[in-house]
T-cell receptor, first 116, second 115 residues
Framework: AQTVTQSQPEMSVQEAETVTLSCTYD???????LFWYKQPPSRQMILVIR??????QNATENRFSVNFQKAAKSFSLKISDSQLGDAAMYFC?????????????FGGGTRVLVKP | DADVTQTPRNRITKTGKRIMLECSQT?????MYWYRQDPGLGLRLIYY???????NKGEISDGYSVSRQAQAKFSLSLESAIPNQTALYFC??????????????FGPGTRLTVL
């Protein structure tokens, strides 16, 4: 079974600065997808970014970007120019790429605090 | 209106009671999921359904049951609630078969407390 580990329970960043959240995963599969979800105090789970394992190029969505290291099984999220609205729990998630691979496996989450 | 809705949003119940959490979606998706969130553990899959006639157990299905009443409705039941089922419960949906765009969309969550 796949596992996802987020080793940083909490990270603090100054407004307008950059913060990087780490995520490692364990899998024997070659075809899979990785995701970062944001959970603000409203509890809503919001997709931030996704990465297909077969793509070498790192995904980017505005101020959010990832560093995908397939051989190291690492998938970190970088938040640039941090804003107060970025304060939330962030979850890394894994999904198999096969036909039945719809299920997400989540890490334990990292809480991001943004200081004004 | 929200695409994925959950009722109730908050519920307090007592040990031994039967409780049902409901999920509805207007996204037209075939696949629906129930997850449970506990502090420090992220979200864990309870049950999932790929269509009305297809129900599958997830990682932590013991103590739970589900019903897929229609494509748009997926309910989670706790037949006899116990305190360690106190958690935040999420419903999610995704589209069928399009693996490259198969993103899961989550409802707002139901906070359940079992006393």
């Amino acid at each position: 079974a796949q596992t996802v580990t987020q080793s940083q329970p909490e990270m603090s960043v100054q407004e307008a600065e950059t913060v990087t959240l780490s995520c490692t995963y364990d899998t024997s599969e070659s075809d899979y997808y990785l995701f970062w979800y944001k959970q603000p105090p409203s509890r809503q789970m919001i997709l931030v970014i996704r990465q297909e394992a077969y793509k070498q190029q790192n995904a980017t969505e505005n101020r959010f970007s990832v560093n995908f290291q397939k051989a190291a099984k690492s998938f970190s999220l970088k938040i640039s120019d941090s804003q107060l609205g970025d304060a939330a729990m962030y979850f890394c998630a894994y999904r198999s790429g096969g036909a039945a691979g719809n299920k997400l496996t989540f890490g334990g989450g990292t809480r991001v605090l943004v200081k004004p | 209106d929200a695409d994925v809705t959950q009722t109730p949003r908050n519920r307090i119940t007592k040990t031994g009671k039967r409780i049902m959490l409901e999920c509805s979606q207007t996204k037209g998706h075939d696949r629906m999921y129930w997850y449970r969130q506990d502090p420090g553990l992220g979200l864990r899959l309870i049950y999932y359904s790929f269509d009305v006639k297809d129900i599958n157990k997830g990682e932590i299905s013991d103590g739970y049951s589900v019903s897929r009443q229609a494509q748009a409705k997926f309910s989670l039941s706790l037949e006899s609630a116990i305190p360690n089922q106190t958690a935040l419960y999420f419903c999610a949906t995704s589209d069928l078969g399009r693996r490259d765009t198969d993103t899961q969309y989550f409802g707002p969550g139901t906070r359940l407390t079992v006393l």
